[in-house]
């Protein structure tokens, strides 16, 4: 690989969060907050790159909704860095933009491929993966999926299986990915827990654009002609109607299900980073300080006899919980959400039907 | 009783109502808060007496923090008839001194002793028990308690227990009180629910004002001589500072220790009418809409999967509500309380060492 190359971060940064609400709203998705620390998850993991792209080389993948929000945030990127998608069309469609955007720049470009709402505590460690995934992905033109592995059971990520080991330069251990495996049901998380070489599926991917750009060729052959266009007209005139008109022809599917689950040039890094997607309040208050009955709390709240509640006040003013068990609270100006903490993922029911203005 | 005769109503509304936190508050008392139905409690009291006595013969007994807003709360009253006591001493106190300047004004004056804080549906029933109060008072010369016929083992009230029958003109039954119970634990409630002639304490008198005045001579002698200042110099220059002084002697302690617990002639009316005295949000609550799962709702409020809870909404803005059960749950602008049904009666706890700005 030569030093000058291209390495890109590309953000995906599309969805809302509504199990966040409510707090996230369409017009303060879950990468705009402050859930997991002081700043932003967006700007987060925009801080967790530095030093392995420079800022013009951060490319972020939003609504057209969220678009300008996201420019105000990320200020210090090109304003043509951030790239909004005309509809969504899940994860798939977002990462052949970026890699027909990015080949076009550059045909030897590698893309490390990201979610704007991961929560990646340990940056150093994070990195030394990434990197060690580039190095992999240049050697042996595979597409790499980040693998993590499992601190206990969890039934809201989906698992990836390794095979056999790929030797290359890196010191992460790097597999041929043997299956893919969707969100599981407790009894088996508990049996994929226990078994080795099988990881929680970051949804982080890096790739070469070239390998990604025939990968997309062979497996979604129907829009690759526009596609081809988005390449054909990038940085030019035609760039935006070509980017229109790929979203008119392409299927809504995910990376996993488009491309990496049929594609046989597919490895696995065993990252041992602490990492998670930051789901639900259950996930990402587990970064805030707990007081000892087993209470994580953020923000003015005075507590009695509880314990093991989630209370968030985002807003000011007080909130005040006695005597509950397993109860998480989340207030903000204009509303209040109480939930069962078992419950926590019903809270997208609880938006159906809801007026917009809470939504 | 001749027709002219003087029939005061005096209404305590001193209170701060802690349980009704955080929609009370200091400078938001109870009794200024629409709890049981659209109005404040203030003038659902004071619709009750209408037939009963004019406005201007309606007296507001409060503390000097409350006063100005009561009088604009009550604007239809003559100024002077929100009598703002120098500081709290208890309702003996109140009652002597609202008794000492009804006396002032008319020797044969009758006084209904009411709070500003009880729910009664039905005004009518009421208005009829208070009348065949005021002739029982005056035919017998009795000190005239309200009781209520007990409908559930309330832990919350004190009960009095009725013993001879006193004929009168009235309707309602008559007896001499035989004994009063301070609040009884849950076995002895239940025992005394059961009990014919055993009634709810509703704290509500009818009083002649010089039956009244007598008792008090006799039962708090050494603040008499202050008293009767206060009949003395009622309407002049000297009034207020009459009625400083005797603040500054006077013990503090509740009417039904100084005065009905060792009388000996004090009766009580055996009243049938629904009343409770609101002490907490679950007793208020029980006059808020059901919505089939019992739970009780005020304001914009979604709930999924709940029972048996509690919600007030009392701010611009949306409660959400998951899976839980038996959960109290008041949103204002500034605080949301998020309570077990059974905690009701700790948010007094939760107010200490709060700051001065929630309370």
Redesign the interface.
């Known amino acids: 690989m030569k030093k000058e190359n291209l390495i890109a971060v590309c953000v995906m940064a599309g969805g809302i969060g509504e199990r966040f609400?409510?707090l996230s709203r369409t017009m303060r998705p879950k990468q705009l907050l402050a859930i997991t620390g002081e700043r932003t998850m967006l700007r987060e993991t925009i801080a967790r790159h530095a030093g392995l792209s420079k800022p013009e080389d951060v490319y972020i993948i939003t609504t057209k909704e969220q678009a300008g929000l996201i420019e105000k945030e990320t200020a210090e990127l090109p304003k043509g860095n951030v790239i909004p998608e005309p509809c969504g069309r899940n994860t798939a469609p977002c990462v052949a933009l970026a890699a027909a955007l990015l080949y076009a720049k550059d045909p030897e470009s590698v893309m490390v491929v990201v979610s704007s709402d991961h929560h990646i505590p340990d940056s150093a460690a994070y990195r030394a993966t990434i990197e060690d995934a580039i190095a992999l992905a240049r050697q042996e033109h595979v597409l790499v999926t980040i693998g993590v592995v499992p601190r206990y059971p969890e039934t809201g990520y989906g698992y990836i299986k390794g095979g056999e080991e790929i030797a290359y330069p890196g010191k992460t251990k790097a597999m041929k990915v043997s299956r893919f495996l969707e969100k599981p049901p407790l009894a088996v998380a508990e049996e994929l827990y226990k078994t080795p070489g099988v990881f929680w599926n970051a949804g982080m991917f890096v790739f070469n654009t070239k390998d990604i750009l025939s990968a997309f060729e062979r497996f979604m052959p129907e829009s690759n002609p526009e596609l081809k266009e988005i390449v054909r007209n990038a940085g030019k005139e035609g760039e935006r109607a070509a980017i229109e008109n790929y979203y008119r022809v392409v299927t809504k599917i995910s990376i996993d299900n488009a491309v990496l689950e049929k594609a046989d040039n597919v490895a696995v890094l065993a990252a041992s980073f602490q990492w998670n997607d930051v789901g639900s309040w259950t996930s990402a208050s587990s970064h805030w300080p707990e007081d000892g009955d087993g209470n994580r709390l953020k923000g003015e709240i005075?507590l009695?006899?509880s314990e093991d509640c989630i209370v968030g006040?985002y807003h000011?003013?007080?909130?005040?919980?006695?005597?509950?068990k397993d109860?998480v609270?989340i207030?903000t100006?204009?509303?209040?959400?109480?939930?069962?903490k078992?419950?926590v993922q019903?809270?997208k029911?609880?938006l159906n039907g809801?007026?917009e203005k809470?939504r």
Chains 1, 2 share one sequence.
Do not use: F, Q
Not at 316 to 321: A, D, H, I, R, T
Not at 333 to 340: E, I
């Open positions: 609400w409510p005075k009695l006899e006040n000011e003013g007080l909130v005040g919980v006695i005597g509950l109860v609270v207030r100006g204009d509303a209040v959400l109480v939930c069962a078992d419950k019903d809270v029911k609880l809801l007026d809470y």
